[in-house]
């Protein structure tokens, strides 16, 4: 389930020699597209030619170069003959998963570019498109996978003698991503890349134009683009939002419009006139390379031909401002504007973060990510450095899971470039790295990785001889950075500095010469950006919060683009907002005056965290009149609250029953009969799923607060351990919901659960299982077709750990079909289970 | 055919359903997370589907004895006795797929790892919301069955019956439902987005018996295209 990456030092690219290394380019005039100085004209669709041809629905299409080349090579010369430059090859879902037995990449590609060739094609364009399946997160296929299935494609086209690669009808930035780094890293010919946008101007999976462009230009791709999905008057505006934002030639293959059936046959409603006027549209704004997609046909390609004849590429800008992005959207920040970097996932000097990331518990994670978006942070700082744990593969698996809770882009935080380039290989975005700093050795093993995958950097001015004392000799490193990124091709608005925060109790000239170095780098390497953790600055002192807010308003002053702080404190984002006014970017302080109107010094309470904020509001809450009365006894209460399934009073109730008796008392008097009832109300029928989970929950609160009382207390060791149990769903399966329903239970009653997640490998189970000589494991299928994949993990948990007990739920699940994959139990529902349990484990 | 379809309302009670109400009490509390979550669906939601009509082509039995319905101008072929029943007498049939999109899947995932109240009920909301959708591109195979002359039975979806779940591939890639739609297929055949629906319905000469006597309690009822025609699809 988790991402997968490259085994320790497993590097696919050769670090020496990447940067240097230019483009196989075939020609001098395709060298000037490359520039963005000509036009570059590809085909037409071949679908739409193969299906007027009588191609059955449902049939792989790339088949037909191997079994009727002729016809393949008539609509390649069709289009060639109407001035076409560019043939593009049959083979869009050429590659092994698509086309198992019925034939190799090999030969399909080897046969598909001796038919672009024959037509008499100036250049051949090897076509990859996507996979079939869909990439993890969200789908199951590891980003791995879908590299090797592109780089089996690659080799093969290049070996058979194709010009350049196009990628193309793309919704998924990361297979984009994998199969653009698939070629880069397995030819040097050029890659061109086309995603497909819908008219809510956004791909399937939600990426935008500008992430799009920014992601790719930033990875190498040659040109980026659009194409299918739309007709050309669709496409123009989102490519034109492409335009800025894309440091390399941008191109456009629109449908002809959008299909009809007409008398059984499709046809498509844009016309050749009706295109090219779109097209002229595209031209005009420094479109450059041009074609067609879906229903074009070569009276199509022939009218793009007499428009670009004759004419120069028109004129574009590409902005130069900071900008990182995730698979959904770009953050970024031209001169003159701040943003905040939210510094929460990291562990260091904080117990929380360290206890979650030890456990493999994620949710802590990932609400922290939730509740710093909400407080204003535009990227988040993703840091996993444990000495305990495996960094390589909690940072891979907390960059996956993140995507699945917020859309902002990362900064990947790690000393060990191994990690960072894990973490930056399958992330689906543009990420921003911390960090270089002026060490040589450093530079040498982190900016190859920041260019390879085309990221932004942040450059701590440090260097083999330490912080320098003064902004002079920060400058110094700081140049140094600028001018090793800039020989490796990375731009100077892809570097941040960061001028390092000191305490100004134990040097009181450190606040002043930080704050000249930012105004120093600023002046004296235009272009580049700066950031600052402050909170440093105040150690040692009473009333940190107003020192670090103080700091942070100077260093905006000093020109500071981005601030790394927690912006779950009011007091450092009321810095922000108020800075945002004062140097204009906040135009008319519309946000400021929005946000702002009600607040003042005079009420305190407005002035709490914003967690505390909440927290007294659901206090408030639970004395309204609207709640039904409430006995007076808290334990009464608690357990009234974990009847009627709300959580909100429920910390402060338990408070007050561990304040009266003990923890243990709150526990096993309380909260576990409560439970008990929701369980016989459940099975009577008297509650129905959402009441059972909402109850959960509300226990789950209460046992969250006595865990946080009993270790302030010390005395963890009263509350015994129940014991570990593992759950997932089984591997092919995608469905993780009775899985959930499961974990939630087990965890109320108590026990330590290791969540695997869905859609988990046997062996990944059994090591799990082992690993902490786990008793009983629970394992859910919800289809029929993964009802295997449960057998074959319990015949492999009964070879490896003889000792585990095995329960299994799930829809297509019963008595009988447990006892025939082997399971020791079947567990009809999460009640059932948590009795199994109890069973097994006491 | 692409089609995207406005529904702005998915029916509560079925929402209840696919989490098992049978009519227990429940808190204001929980009655309005369950509402905000409706809501919620309905407003991440993209309600999308894509149809085309096949003609029967053939009938037959495979060497092994299964039974095929053969169509035209496309390698899907519908095996099984189950579409032996179902396509019975079909001179043409429906093929659909829908889903309610990618954001729905994100938004069960984030819940998944945040909010697992909330992810039980906007998983039945989004159930019912595709099932909707597949009313509403049900009604369109039906409108243009109709337009033939033809008459339509109702939906059935591989995995059903002995209706192979083999079927999907190249039912998805007869309809190009990955370009179209983004529906993908894992390796044990299940769709990405989840909340998808693909199926088959047939079209005959005469008038299904699974037609519904009356147009009040027909699933396809808002969506449909004949009724403000002064017609019925039973005639």
Known sequence: MSAK????????????????????????????????????????????????????????????????????????????????????????????????????????????????????????????????????????????????????????????????????????????????????????????????????????????????????????????????????????????????????????????????????VTTYDVGPEEYAAAVADMLDAGVTVFGGCCGTTPEHISRERELLTGRMPAARHVHDSFAVSSAQAICSLDYGQVGVIGERINPTGKRLMKEALRSGDHDYVMNMAIEQGRAGAQILDVNAGLPEIDERAVMCQLVSELQGVSTLPLQIDAADPAVIEAAVRSYPGKALVNSTNGKAQTMADVLPIVKHYGCAVVGLTLDEDGIPATAEGRLAVARKIVRECEQLGIPRHDVVIDCLTMAASTDQTQPKAILDAIRLVKQELPGVRTVLGVSNVSFGLPFRPLVNGTFLAAAFSAGLDLAIINPCLTRMMDVVDSWRVLSGEDESAQYFVANYAERSDRSPAQALPVEKAAASSAAASAVTPATPAEPADPAARARELVLAGRKGPMPEVVAQVIAEHDPMYAINEVLIPALDVVGERFEKGVFFLPQLMASAEAAKAGFETIKAAVDASGQGDNVPEKGSIVVCTVHGDIHDIGKNIVRMLLENYGYNVIDLGRDVPPQVVVDAVVKDHVLLCGLSALMTATVPAMAETIELLRKEAPWC?????????????????????????????ARIASEVLG | MVESYAIDSIDRSEVLRYMGYTGQSMSSELEGRINANMERCLSIGVPRGVWRIFDVDGRGAKEDGTPFVRLAGTSLELLGTSMQKHMDGAVAVGVMAVTVGMGVERELRRLSLTDRVAQVVFDAAATTLVERTADACEASIVAAGHERGLFANFRFSPGYGDMPMATQPVLLQALDAQRQLGITLTDTLLMVPTKSVTAVVGLFETIQPSTHASCAGCPCFDFCTIRPTGHTCRG
């Not at chain 1, 009988?816 to 059932?832: L, N």
Request: contains cysteine; charged residues 20%; proline residues 6%.
């Open chain 1, 805 to 833: 007990k095995v329960v299994v739920g799930g829809a297509v699940l019963n008595p009988e079909y447990a006892e025939m994959v082997g399971a020791d139990f079947y567990a009809k529902d999460a009640t059932e289970t």
């Open chain 1, 5 to 264: 990456s490259p085994a320790q030092g497993d590097s696919r690219w050769p670090k020496d020699r990447l940067v240097l290394r230019s483009r196989r380019v075939r020609d001098e005039h395709l060298a000037a597209v490359l520039r963005g100085e000509e036009f570059l004209l590809f085909d037409g669709a071949m679908g739409t030619q193969l299906q007027a041809r009588g191609l059955a629905a449902g049939e792989l299409p790339e088949l037909l170069c191997l079994t009727n080349p002729a016809e393949i090579r008539e609509v390649h010369a069709s289009y060639v003959s109407a001035g076409a430059e560019v043939v593009t090859t049959n083979t869009f879902g050429a590659n092994a998963a698509k086309l198992g037995d019925a034939a190799s990449v090999e030969h399909v590609f080897s046969a598909a570019v001796a038919c672009a060739r024959e037509a008499g094609a100036r250049y051949v364009a090897a076509d990859l498109g996507p996979t079939g399946q869909l990439l993890e997160p969200m789908g199951p296929l590891p980003f791995d996978d879908a590299y090797d299935l592109f780089a089996e494609q690659v080799r093969a086209a290049d070996a058979a003698g194709a010009d350049l690669f196009v990628i193309e009808t793309m919704t998924d930035l990361a297979e984009a991503k994998a199969a653009l780094l698939a070629v880069r890293e397995n030819s040097d010919l050029p890659a061109f890349v086309t995603m497909t946008f819908g008219e809510d101007g956004r791909t399937f999976l939600g990426t935008t134009p500008e992430a799009a462009a920014v992601t790719l230009s930033s990875l190498g791709a040659d040109a980026v683009g659009i194409n299918c999905g739309l007709g050309p008057a669709a496409v123009a505006p989102l490519v034109k939002r492409m335009l800025p934002w894309a440091s390399c030639p941008v191109m456009a293959q629109a449908n002809a419009g959008l299909p009809h059936v007409v008398d059984g």
